[in-house]
């Protein structure tokens, strides 16, 4: 049955359009997944990174850095719809500050970047088929993003959900669209490749890109790491931030104990019983940022080499047809990590960056702080911190979804004084609240009000 499922699966991404090396990236895993693969990585196999370099001790010249961001391109992963914040559109099309979106703020950083330094400094975006329309629509406001001809977006390769108990690719006649899932964000270098994107950079005579998620506003354009990236001759280079108590979820690198290689660990490649290790941030010390670098030239010649398909490590997601539905059919989602592709080029190499470098926004609670003056937004897009970030927790049964976080806290309150902010239970904020301190707020049973000017914590 699973041969003619992968038969199946690959007639229906042909006749969706999907292009030729996609669709052998996904054979590739396909064949991984009947065979057993699990994409566990087992911490007796691995050996923790201790001591990467850090670019607090770099030292790069004006020229260096000038040279080698003249020669970068920025990316920017856009795929997403923020569906854990309540979003039906770009995630990034979402307001951080001021009236202005991710988008806005990266479009400001990378200008500021371009005049600094006289780079051309193009601005690519990998969207998926339901962030394409929306977030074109409103780069187009921007009349001087297009560099020598370059595209401002590509779009990233969709594959069919499989059915978990025979691999053949789900039917869903009530939303089709559900019948369909992303590859994860290791499709970037397919995606690239297949689109004919890469081919053009090159040709256009740039060496170097910067890759980051979009609603990490932390990683914008940096001469300083282009500098030092191009003076190394790394095929390719990741960002890591030193780990806190907090920073438990994300990814870390590791050292292969077969080959010495630096490999990518994420969540969902450690056994449930070996989590305590993932975790610990005193064995792993630096988590994986998402931010990467790597050159042009070489990855085209590890694709070439490799027919498009990198042979990243698979990641296998069991979920359901319907998200929002747990009676609906179970399904396998086949995806990769980009930065999984450390592994694949030998001579890779990181760097530990500083925490400036690293600002997403996953939830409401990291949404709040950047809408706060714990950071001020400067005239380049950059968000500045102005103080200690403080922790912050909101009740996921009252602020989880957009919608319902800005009818509770239509104004952030103060947070620059704060240690932490924690709130249970369903509480709306007036305006001019200041935080000081550690402030707990408590389930009161039904709802309840800050008060306006009201100070808490302390």
């Known amino acids: 049955m699973s041969q003619q499922g992968l038969e199946a699966a690959r007639q229906k991404m042909s006749a969706a359009g999907v292009p030729t090396p996609a669709i052998e990236v996904f054979s590739h895993y396909y064949r ?27 030292e790069v010249s004006e020229a260096q850095a000038r040279e080698a961001i003249g020669a970068t391109v ?84 969709q594959e069919p959900k499989l059915r978990a108990d025979d691999l053949t690719p789900v039917e869903w006649p009530d939303d089709p669209g559900l019948e369909w899932c992303p590859p994860g964000h290791g499709d970037l270098y397919t995606a690239l490749y297949g689109s004919g994107v890469l081919q053009q950079l090159l040709d256009a005579g740039f060496r170097y890109a910067c890759i980051s998620n979009g609603d990490n506003l932390g990683a914008a354009p940096d001469a300083r790491l282009a500098g030092w990236f191009a003076a190394s001759g790394a095929p390719y280079a990741a960002e890591l931030c030193r780990r806190t108590v907090n920073d438990r979820k994300g990814g870390h690198l590791a050292i292969r104990r077969s080959d010495g290689q630096l490999i990518l660990r994420d969540t969902a490649q450690t056994a449930p019983e070996e989590m305590d290790f993932f975790t610990d941030e005193h064995r792993h010390p630096f ?12 990855l085209m010649e590890v694709l070439e080499e490799r027919n498009a398909v990198l042979g990243l490590p698979m990641i296998r997601n069991e979920k359901t047809v319907d998200p929002a539905d747990s009676t609906s059919t179970p399904v396998i989602q086949v995806e990769s990590a980009m930065g999984a592709a450390i592994e694949v080029f030998p001579g890779a190499t990181a760097i530990c960056v500083g925490r400036d470098r690293f600002q997403p926004v996953k939830t409401t609670n990291e949404l709040l702080l950047l809408r706060s003056d714990v950071y001020r937004l400067d005239d380049d897009g950059h968000l500045v911190a102005q103080a200690a970030t403080p922790e912050v927790s909101l009740d996921g049964a009252h602020y989880k979804t957009i919608q319902k976080f800005e009818e509770r806290i239509p104004q952030a309150p103060s947070l620059k004084d704060a240690t932490a902010l924690r709130v249970e239970g369903d509480w709306t904020f007036g305006r001019g609240v200041r935080v000081v301190g550690e402030a ?19």
């Open 74 to 157: 920025i990316i920017k992963l856009n795929g997403g719809l923020g569906t854990s914040m309540g979003l039906d559109k770009a995630k990034n099309l979402l307001e951080v500050r001021d009236g202005l979106n991710f988008l806005d703020l990266i479009v400001a950083q990378v200008r500021a970047a371009r005049r600094r330094y006289g780079a051309r400094l193009p601005l690519l975006f990998m969207n998926s088929f339901r962030t394409e329309a929306d977030t074109l629509a409103h780069l187009a406001r921007h009349d001087d993003l297009v560099v020598d001809g370059l595209p401002l977006s590509f779009m990233q390769n």
């Open 287 to 298: 988590f994986h940022t998402n931010n990467l670098w790597f050159d042009l030239r070489r």
């Open 32 to 58: 991984l997944l009947e065979s057993g693969e699990t994409g566990l990585i087992r911490e007796e196999t691995i050996t923790p990174l201790l001591d990467p370099p850090m670019l607090d001790a770099v």
């Open 440 to 458: 707990v707020l408590t389930d009161q049973g039904g709802p309840a009000t800050v008060p306006d000017g009201a100070t808490i914590g302390g």
